[in-house]
């Protein structure tokens, strides 16, 4: 890790720029070179030739692969992505409505995989080899290599099907629709903002399993890495001699392992942060979540390039934001690097 | 480190608080219908735009139309209270109706609602353009008599009986001309706004819609017929067919469609759900590439026509979708010809196929969308051909692509599906018998036929003939003619399977009654609580 200078961090912001202008090229060429009509979604299957032609030059399809991507760039930088075909609506705004519903489903999920994966891997960690340890290593093994949308439909089975403890698909029950209005897009936020308890309960009965399934499989990764880093630590003088000296493991912990790992802690977090916020697709279309995964891949179906490549980039965006966020908390907080800056 | 140790606590807490939430009643109020489906390819609500099928049954009940169709297929008045056929055309006199907006219904409105289907000449106008209805000479053929009485005069490509089932269409949807009037941005015709809001006079209103997430309309309390039982109708998207099981199951949607046929079939046992198999006069078809120089021969299609195990097929994989149907008009209507003896004879098609010049088969690629039942079909129909010495390649993509390769005539063998707008031999094989020009530069990608390039000069002419005899009995034996002409040409496309839409409703919704074209009516609905 070097340290921090304005020069590195200016470094570090173009960095983040180009390979988001990278990932902005690829989507853009991949889209276009992809055998959708977008044009026959909009005019219908049994359009003639004329309307078909018109709406082609009307979406600016005529014109070469070039001058599409320059066109397409200028209103970016105006905050203009397009139109949707998918809603009519303009993409941005599309955006502004699917994103915080994603942006809830993953911020409660990086929650709970924090809250249970963390404290599982200290003491897989501490009690290496025990019964938890094993235990934490199986969890996440099965994490790892189960995919989500069977999690999805046997959660939904044994939780909202057989046992009737959380709420069903979508993100309220229907009853409830329409009489809370967005503020922040974010449901559980919403319905407190205007002291709708009721409405907050059946909001949170029907985001806990999709959060829960989507939190187990980044705490898989949470708790093999909080484990390793954890194990790293215990081999090193210091805590050696803290634990000889009499500390127990609860002291050992929390004074001299979890200070040591936070940093690491943090980047593994920011990663996961950003898996997830990618997971979600799978997830929103099980448990019919109207999130940007689920807009994206319907956007996907009907050829609908103009809400595809705005998702992409701005899922793309906050997961390389993250990691940014991630590396330059590490230079900041990280006590050698520090040390090597003064 | 104290923060992070606050807000594990606060994390943890929350989550407790999760599970010790009041747990939720699931059933559905009784003044509210719920419908669970795919919503995915409903792009529009503007009735002179939108032909998707969901899309049709959302707008059907937002607005109403001069005539309709009830399940019986016959012709019944709506907006229309009456109306006299002449030579010439059709005068029809409207009832006393208004506008969910206020505003009275009026012939004007009619006149404005056909010419703006005309006018804005999107793929809903292709049915009407198909009989001589165009935008040129709308303003002529259809105008107001008085405020009341509305006068339709043939184009003379049709006859008045054709023209009534195509009135019934929802394409034919009467609009609130003053309201829509109002937001005509860019010459439109209101297009932009009327695809996210209703302006019609049906029972319904558009309270909402959230793309990929749900419509809701609400009750129009001064609908002419009555206000409706339902406060509510919430049609919620539920892409995925096992979650939208679990959910009627628990009660959260009171009808599902949409559902896949392992899904369907756990219903048709259990107590408490009814099964409806709505008929939809349409096919599952195999359309053959003509311009294909294996299948332009129709001794290979013939061979490919005794190749496929209809029986097997219809028993194992289509159950409640399709029965087998090998004329593109089904078998219960009127002047339908008994199926031709088409089943799989491998030793047949061997021979035939030989006769062609081909003993040794050759290889083809069928493309379908990947959605049942089709892709099923697809490689049931791999296997079958495989046996007869056809070598198949299964290629499956989205709607969109698959579309496209259609319209664009670049595949060997591909699996679409069609639906008829009218319950009679005309409706549902119009769009198998008709192909005024098969040359590629025509690009006529909207005709079905001209999509399989197959040159039918004489079927289209037979089928122009039907479509303007005026004399039922007549008609009727030019119907017998066309569909025996159809067997005896050995198709490019080839109807397969006569469809039909399942649907499941839970047993507390009385007279929910899928209608053929999607145009279900929920008004009559109601409910009974548990």
Excluded at chain 1, 140 to 162: D, E, K, M, N, R
Excluded at chain 2, 267 to 285: I, K, L
């Amino acid at each position: 890790m070097k340290e921090l200078t304005a020069i590195e961090l200016a470094r570090r912001v173009l960095h983040l720029i180009v390979s988001l202008f990278i990932l902005l090229c690829v989507t853009f060429v991949i889209g276009r070179v992809l055998p959708a009509d977008p044009v026959g979604a909009i005019v219908g299957e049994l359009a003639d030739p004329a309307a078909y032609e018109a709406m082609r030059v009307r979406l600016g399809l005529d014109l070469p692969l070039y001058q599409q991507f320059f066109i397409y760039l200028k209103g970016l930088f105006q905050g203009d992505f397009g139109q949707a075909i998918l809603t009519g609506n303009s993409v941005a705004s599309d955006m502004l409505q699917a994103f915080p519903a994603t942006f809830e489903l993953a911020t409660l999920a990086i929650i709970i995989s924090a809250v249970v994966g963390v404290p599982l891997g200290l003491a897989a960690a501490l009690f290496r080899d025990s019964f938890i340890d094993k235990f934490a290593r199986v969890v996440a093994l099965v994490g790892h290599s189960i995919p989500v949308f069977w999690f999805g439909i046997v959660g939904l089975v044994i939780f909202y099907a057989t046992l009737n403890w959380v709420g069903g698909p979508g993100r309220i029950d229907v009853f409830y629709e329409g009489m809370v209005e967005p503020v922040t897009g974010m449901l559980l936020v919403d319905s407190l903002l205007v002291g709708e308890t009721e409405i907050f309960w059946n909001a949170l009965s029907h985001i806990i399993l999709p959060a829960a399934i989507l939190a187990y499989m980044a705490m898989a990764y949470i708790t093999r890495m909080t484990r390793s880093f954890t194990l790293e630590q215990l081999s090193q003088d210091y805590v050696i001699a803290a634990r000889a000296k009499g500390a127990g493991p609860a002291r050992t912990v929390a004074h001299h392992v979890l200070p040591n790992i936070a940093v690491q802690l943090i980047t593994v977090l920011a990663i996961s942060y950003g898996n997830l916020l990618e997971g979600a697709v799978v997830t929103e279309i099980v448990f019919s979540w109207p999130g940007i995964g689920q807009y994206m891949t319907n956007a996907l179906m009907i050829g609908d390039m103009n809400a595809v490549l705005a998702a992409t980039i701005i899922v793309g965006f906050v997961f390389m934001l993250l990691n940014f966020i991630a590396d330059i908390s590490y230079a900041v907080l990280d006590p050698r690097t520090r040390e090597v800056a003064r | 480190m104290k923060h992070f140790s606050k807000g594990l606590i606060a994390g943890a807490a929350a989550i407790v608080l999760g599970f010790a939430a009041p747990s939720v009643n699931a059933a559905t109020p009784d003044d509210q219908l719920v419908i669970g489906t795919s919503l995915a390819q409903v792009l529009s609500l503007d009735p002179q735009q939108a032909t998707e099928a969901k899309a049709i049954e959302i707008m059907s009940n937002l607005y109403d139309r001069l005539v309709k169709t009830d399940r019986s297929r016959k012709i019944l008045p709506q907006l229309a209270e009456s109306w006299e056929i002449d030579d010439k055309g059709i005068t029809f006199h409207l009832r006393e109706a208004t506008f969910a907006s206020g505003n009275p219904v009026t012939a004007d409105d009619v006149v404005y609602s056909l010419a703006r289907l005309l006018k804005m000449d999107q793929a809903a106008a292709a049915n009407f353009k198909r009989i001589g209805y165009k935008a040129d000479n709308v303003d002529k053929l259809v105008r107001a008599v008085d405020p009341k009485t509305v006068r339709i005069d043939l184009s003379g490509e049709t006859t008045a009986e054709l023209l009534l089932y195509r009135l019934a269409m929802n394409v034919a949807s009467v609009v609130d001309s003053i309201e829509v009037k109002n937001h005509v941005e860019n010459n439109d015709y209101g297009n932009a706004w009327l695809r996210t809001n209703s302006a019609g006079s049906g029972p319904f209103t558009l309270k909402r819609w959230t793309p990929n997430e749900m419509v809701i309309l609400e009750a129009n309390a001064d609908y002419v017929g009555g206000a409706p039982h339902m406060r509510r109708v919430i049609v919620r998207h539920v892409p995925e067919s096992q979650v939208e099981r679990l959910m009627l199951e628990r009660g959260d949607i009171d009808v599902a469609s949409a559902l896949s046929a392992a899904d369907l079939k756990t219903f048709e046992s259990q107590q408490g759900f009814e099964v409806q198999r709505v008929p939809t006069g349409g096919f599952y078809v195999l359309s053959m590439n003509a311009g294909n120089e294996y299948l332009a021969n129709p001794k290979v299609r013939e061979a490919i026509a005794y190749s496929i195990d209809y029986k097997g097929i219809e028993q194992t994989i289509m159950g409640p979708y399709g029965r087998v149907r090998n004329v593109p008009v089904p078998e219960d209507y009127e002047y339908a010809v008994p199926n031709p003896d088409w089943h799989f004879d491998a030793a047949k098609a061997k021979a035939l196929l030989a006769e062609a010049g081909y003993p040794d088969g050759f290889s083809l690629t069928l493309k379908t969308i990947a959605q049942t039942p089709r892709i099923d079909l697809a490689t049931a129909i791999q296997g079958s051909l495989g046996q007869v010495g056809i070598k198949i390649d299964i290629q499956q993509g989205n709607g969109s692509d698959i579309i496209a390769d259609h319209r664009a005539r670049n595949f060997d063998l591909l699996i679409p599906q069609t639906g008829a707008y009218m319950p009679n031999v005309l409706g549902s094989m119009e769009q198998f018998s008709s192909n005024p020009d098969n040359s590629k530069e025509a690009n006529n990608a909207g005709n079905f036929v001209w999509r399989s390039a197959w040159d039918i000069p004489e079927l289209t002419a037979l089928t122009a003939k039907a479509s303007l005899e005026p004399d039922a009995k007549k008609r009727g034996e030019l119907y017998v003619e066309m569909q025996q002409k159809f067997v005896e040409l050995k198709p490019a496309v080839l109807p397969l399977f006569e469809r039909f839409e399942p649907i499941v409703v839970n047993a507390r919704v009385k007279d929910y009654v899928g209608h053929p074209n999607q145009l279900t009516r929920l008004e009559g609905v109601t409910k009974t609580s548990d």
